[in-house]
């Protein structure tokens, strides 16, 4: 098969890694890829949102299968073009349709979605300019934190935590009037949820599914979860309290309501389900959805499917994932990430990255790079996720730390305490 990944992070570099070994492959392209893409495949100098560029490439290249790694095509329906093409409607995508991808899309569509299906999750309440009193009723009827979030997306940034209810009334007011462009033209208010945060991904074909390793990212860019939110500074998978107990629960109370919800609804959906839930008091709710695998929780999670990730793809295409064997590598996994200083302000781009080549016993994930001759340079906030094994969650940090010592660009940052929490 002739595969096209679309995407540019380090989600893609794991992805072009784990599918480089299939017994399917035959040519591998990634759109627009990086440094690390380009040791697997072909980077390709086309946007992921760009479809009709796509659709001339993969035409021209007898591409058999585009498996999409970001959001924003799936929101702007990229499914359903070439689904709806005769020219092109014989190419499989991995990744739902576009009423589909509404589940990230629209956070409004997605708690309606939760609520029509009894899926747990926090208590919240919808706010346009029309019905702002009734937001500011509705703040005043919760506990601080507060937490606004805007219906559409905003590159990672639409969410809002707020301690002072004054406060958060005056930011939803703001966010109303264009803080965050027309994402914010609807915002859902949530009752805070206090617990421990996982990631849990399904594979579906739309009628079944495979769960994956569930894993932990750390958003925040400081130690002990503080300062600003980034795209992920770690990640970790398994996760030691997400239990046989707590995934039961998940499985029944969450993801088969999901699945059902979404065959029920009639919604074309051949892809990844993120479940961003959180573990209060033992109890698993839901905080959101993502269509797509997250990053950098991918550089984990993938790492530890021993299983053709490729068969399993062909397997959602042609509605048969229920007839394939999921098989799991029983170690931990981490990853760590290397940053550009100043992330995720502003921060300088161009710096030479060395000691890549060094790295034996780890695995190097490109994020943000890109290549200039013969040297490897910073192209991005999140440069590199350092991923390594171990029969311990310690083991496998140690491995990941002791390699990222070898590593080296001007500037460059990185968490010491990932895991900390565990």
Not at 84 to 102: L, R, T, Y
Not at 137 to 146: A, G, K, M, V
Not at 208 to 228: F, T
Not at 254 to 260: A, F, L, Q, S, V
Request: hydrophobic content about 40%; charged content about 25%.
């Amino acid at each position: 098969m002739n595969v096209l990944i679309l995407g540019s992070g380090g989600r893609e570099h794991a992805f072009a890694w784990r599918m480089r070994s299939s017994k399917y492959l035959n040519n591998l392209y990634i759109a627009p890829g990086n440094a690390g893409t380009a040791s697997l495949g072909t980077n390709v100098p086309i946007s992921p949102t760009d479809f009709l560029a796509l659709k001339s490439f993969a035409l021209e290249n007898d591409v058999d299968m585009i498996v999409v790694g970001p959001e924003d095509p799936l929101v702007q329906g990229i499914y359903d073009y070439i689904r709806n093409d005769e020219d092109i409607c014989h190419v499989a995508v991995i990744g739902p349709s576009k009423k589909g991808a509404q589940l990230e899309g629209s956070k409004d569509f997605a708690k309606a979605f939760m609520g029509r299906h009894n899926i747990p999750t926090a208590r919240h309440k919808t706010i346009t300019l029309e019905n702002l009193e009734e937001g500011n009723h509705f703040l005043e009827s919760l506990q601080p934190p507060y937490v606004l979030k805007a219906d559409g997306l905003a590159a990672g940034k639409g969410v809002l935590i707020v301690e002072d209810e004054n406060e958060a009334k005056r930011l939803l007011r703001e966010m109303l009037n264009g803080m965050f462009g027309t994402a914010g033209n609807r915002v859902v208010i949530e009752e805070f949820l206090k617990g421990i945060e996982c990631s849990v991904f399904v594979l579906t074909d739309g009628k079944s599914y495979k769960i994956l390793p569930v894993a932990k990212d750390y958003k925040r860019i400081g130690e002990g979860d503080s300062g600003l939110n980034t795209g992920g500074m770690g990640a970790v998978s398994p996760v030691p309290f997400a239990d046989a107990t707590f995934m039961e629960k998940v499985e029944q109370r969450i993801i088969i309501p999901t699945i059902n919800g979404i065959r029920q609804e009639r919604i074309d959906y051949k892809g990844f389900i993120f479940f961003g839930l959180i573990n209060v008091d033992g109890e698993p709710k839901v905080i959101e959805y993502n269509v797509r695998m997250g990053d950098p929780e991918t550089e984990v999670v993938l790492p530890l499917v021993k299983s053709d990730l490729l068969e399993l793809f062909v397997g959602v295409a042609t509605e048969t994932l229920g007839e394939k064997r999921i098989e799991i590598d029983n170690r931990f996994a981490v990853t760590v990430m290397m940053v550009s200083g100043g992330y995720p302000g502003n921060y300088e781009k161009g710096k030479v990255i060395s000691g890549i080549g060094e790295i034996t016993d780890s695995i190097v994930f490109h994020a943000g790079t890109t290549q200039q001759g013969d040297e490897t340079v910073t192209s991005g906030g999140r440069v590199l996720a350092v991923t390594s094994y171990g029969d311990t969650i310690n083991e496998a940090l140690d491995n990941s730390y002791r390699n990222i010592g070898k590593i080296s660009f001007e500037n460059s940052y990185y968490r010491k305490d990932i895991g900390f929490d565990l």
